[in-house]
């Protein structure tokens, strides 16, 4: 089996401990040299401020590929904008861009009054500039808001069709979920690469209100097979074993690169990583 290409995603940190886990983490994937690294948005544009400094001390201190998120919520066009062209005078010339989670309590997604509708939106005006390679997200299986069964697809398809090069999905217990959504995107003309996003289930309450709140399935030989794990004190092991399982099933099916959910802890990616041949290149050095 020939290695994957792999990229990871961060989420900013909110305070001093935060900013440790965050450090510690990039200290420990950096040296399996990903294609790229991200870092989220939270809830509502919560972190916008945090994302900007996260990605950019990251980029500097060493020398990543940066995608940055950046979602419609709670932002003017303009807003928006100017924080995109902050990262581009950072040397920052990826962009995650996404519609973006209401804030809590708001019940559903509504638009700035001066600012962008939807994710096409974003994308066109990013591409606009000529001065990104615009990522988006995909839904192998449906998103809770979704209007019918295709509508994941055609939505991906008008994303990819207003700018954007590439799309990253929503974690998936399954190869065949992500196969099924691939064979749709290309009967649809969809011929940029979807690449799967992997979560490495650190902790299984917490991946079932993710899951709930995506539209993830969960399969439910894999509940019951973690609930026994849990009892049992084998949690990490099958954690490692489920998700490289999963791993080499995509890479079987033709896919070269996968996505990695680290939630900032990173341990269980970097097993994985290594279980799929993925290993050190070379002693990470910050740049000066």
Avoid at 174 to 181: C, G, I, S, V
Avoid at 212 to 241: M, N, Y
Wanted: glycine share 8%; net charge negative; aromatic share 8%.
């Amino acid at each position: 089996m020939v290695a994957p290409r792999i990229s990871f995603e961060f989420f900013p940190p909110k305070d001093i401990a935060g900013a440790f886990r965050l450090s510690d983490t990039v200290r420990d994937l950096a040296p399996l040299d990903p294609s790229f690294v991200s870092v989220t948005y939270g809830a509502g544009g919560t972190t916008r401020a945090l994302t900007h400094d996260a990605v950019t001390t990251i980029h500097q201190r060493y020398g990543l590929n940066m995608a940055a998120h950046l979602t419609c919520v709670d932002a003017s066009r303009a807003e928006t904008l100017e924080i995109a062209n902050a990262y581009a005078e950072a040397g920052i010339t990826e962009i995650v861009a996404l519609r973006g989670d209401p804030p809590k309590g708001q019940g559903g997604f509504v638009p700035h009054p001066e600012g962008f509708a939807n994710s096409i939106e974003l994308v066109e005006a990013l591409a606009a500039t000529d001065k990104f390679n615009i990522r988006v997200g995909a839904y192998p299986d449906p998103h809770p808001e979704a209007a019918s069964d295709g509508a994941d697809v055609d939505w991906l398809k008008r994303k990819i069709d207003a700018g954007a090069s590439s799309a990253i999905t929503q974690f998936f217990f399954e190869a065949e979920t992500f196969f099924r959504f691939r064979d749709k995107a290309e009967k649809a003309g969809i011929t940029a690469p979807i690449i799967p996003g992997i979560l490495p289930i650190e902790n299984w309450n917490g991946v079932k209100k993710f899951a709930a709140g995506c539209g993830a399935q969960i399969p439910a030989w894999l509940g019951e097979t973690f609930e026994k794990a849990q009892r049992d004190g084998r949690e990490e092991l099958l954690s490692v074993a489920l998700a490289a399982e999963l791993c080499s099933d995509l890479i079987d099916g033709g896919v070269q690169d996968l996505h990695f959910y680290t939630l900032n802890k990173p341990h269980l990616t970097r097993d994985v990583a290594h279980a799929l041949g993925v290993t050190p290149r070379a002693v990470l050095q910050k740049v000066a």
